[in-house]
């Protein structure tokens, strides 16, 4: 029984467009004959992308390749400058609310970064800030937001900076820019950019530890970061330490109590995940912390299931790694084919 392809023409070309421009962004220049090769195209449908490309200006056209004897093959090379994106992530530290931002091209590089403070951080601020952006730099494609709390659907719902709660930040930021806009969790964006500085391990799991804040997780198994049916996956705070929330933070203030409640922490997480790696961070833990904690570990699991457990004082670079990454990959199509059963 045959399964033809069903007004799937449009995404079909859109997947193609985004394995060219792929491959362009990883050489120096390409070929049709390179980039067919790359991609597992056809040469001709290599040739129709490029010259669409090449009219919008998201592709340059280099100097031919030199001749072996035949006519010289036309050269390519992806124009990383033909749109940029900005990242901003939110954070709260002794009280104060910081705003992190970077500008960077289309392959990453970066334009612009800088960190500012601000009394309050409420929409019509950040609504702001994004406006200050893309007047300077016309042609943003994508904006990226990291925030400290649980987003659904681009609604932020429980967050460390209560003014942000209950805001659809995602949709009316799209509404008013016309660009790709996403907003997630800053546990799940800092343990994207941990995941990908460590290409050999597929699982890993990052928990903070923040003075009076409770903590938070981020989790990628086998590659793919967990967020759970509502996005609440990560949520570590909740697990049963019979304690109430009070006493949990007071608790993670208290360096005796922090250990075992940071163990056990830890010990849901290898028991249900079982990752390569743990990053620990936040200013409540100490790397002095780690041996007793992976020794109050060791009483519960297993050696041989215990992995890798580490600390980061400053988390800032994976952060803002995984939100550019992030934020870059918006900007491809995520569309599926779907086969129609005659």
Same mark, same amino acid.
């Given at each position: 029984m045959?399964?033809p392809l069903?007004?799937n023409?449009?995404?079909?070309?859109?997947?193609?467009? #985004?394995?060219?421009?792929?491959s362009?962004?990883?050489?120096?220049?390409g070929t049709?004959s390179?980039?067919?090769?790359?991609?597992?195209?056809?040469?001709?449908?290599?040739?129709?992308?490029?010259k +669409?490309?090449?009219?919008?200006?998201e592709?340059l056209?280099?100097? @031919?390749?030199?001749?072996?004897?035949?006519?010289p093959?036309?050269r390519?090379?992806?124009?990383e400058?033909?749109?940029?994106?900005?990242?901003?992530?939110i954070?709260?530290?002794n009280?104060?609310r910081w705003v992190?931002?970077?500008?960077t091209?289309?392959?990453?590089?970066?334009i612009e /970064?800088?960190?500012i403070?601000?009394?309050?951080? *409420?929409? +019509?601020v950040?609504?702001s800030? !994004?406006?200050?952006? *893309?007047?300077k730099?016309t042609?943003i494609?994508a904006?990226?937001?990291?925030? %400290?709390?649980?987003v659904? $659907?681009?609604?932020i719902?429980?967050?460390d900076?209560?003014?942000?709660?209950?805001i659809n930040?995602?949709?009316r930021?799209?509404?008013?820019?016309k660009?790709?806009?996403t907003?997630?969790?800053d546990m799940?964006l800092?343990?994207?950019?941990?995941?990908k500085?460590h290409?050999? /391990? *597929?699982?890993?799991?990052?928990?903070?530890f923040? $003075?009076?804040?409770?903590p938070?997780?981020?989790? !990628?198994? #086998?590659g793919?970061i967990?967020?759970?049916?509502?996005k609440f996956?990560?949520?570590?705070?909740?697990?049963?330490f #019979?304690?109430s929330?009070?006493?949990q933070?007071? @608790?993670? @203030?208290n360096? /005796?109590?922090f250990? %075992?409640?940071?163990?056990k922490?830890l010990?849901s997480l290898?028991?249900i995940?079982n990752?390569q790696i743990?990053?620990l961070?936040?200013?409540?833990c100490? %790397? $002095?912390?780690?041996?007793?904690?992976?020794?109050?570990?060791?009483q519960?699991i %297993?050696? /041989?299931h215990i992995?890798?457990?580490s600390?980061? $004082?400053d988390i800032h670079?994976d952060?803002m790694q995984?939100?550019l990454?992030?934020?870059?990959e918006?900007?491809?199509y @995520?569309?599926?084919?779907?086969l129609k059963?005659n």
């Open positions: 045959n399964k069903s007004n023409t449009a995404a079909l070309k859109k997947i193609n467009i #985004d394995l060219v421009k792929a362009l962004k990883n050489l120096e220049y049709k390179s980039i067919a090769q790359a991609t597992g195209l056809s040469v001709a449908t290599c040739g129709n992308i490029l +669409e490309l090449l009219v919008t200006g592709v056209e280099v100097s @031919h390749e030199e001749s072996s004897g035949g006519r093959a036309r390519f090379k992806y124009n400058n033909y749109g940029f994106v900005g990242c901003i992530y954070s709260l530290k009280n104060a992190n931002y970077k500008v091209n289309l392959k990453g590089e970066k /970064e800088d960190i403070t601000s009394d309050n951080i *409420t929409y +019509e950040i609504d800030f !994004i406006n200050q952006l *893309t007047q730099y042609n494609l904006i990226g937001i990291g925030i %400290p709390g649980v659904y $659907e681009g609604v719902g429980i967050c900076i209560p003014e942000l709660s209950n930040l995602g949709e930021l799209k509404e008013k820019y660009i790709e806009v907003i997630e969790n799940n800092t343990v994207y950019g941990i995941y500085r290409e050999k /391990e *597929t699982s890993v799991a990052v928990v903070t923040i $003075e009076n804040s409770f938070g997780s981020g989790i !990628i198994i #086998d793919n967990l967020k759970g049916s509502t996956a990560g949520e570590v705070s909740f697990l049963p #019979d304690l929330r009070e006493e933070l007071k @608790h993670l @203030h360096k /005796e109590q250990i %075992p409640l940071a163990a922490t010990i290898i028991a995940i990752p743990i990053v961070t936040g200013g409540l100490k %790397p $002095e912390y780690v041996d007793n904690i992976y020794n109050n570990c060791l519960i %297993p050696k /041989e992995p890798n457990i600390y980061i $004082e670079n952060y995984g939100l990454s992030t934020t870059l918006s900007l491809a @995520h569309g599926t084919l779907m059963q």
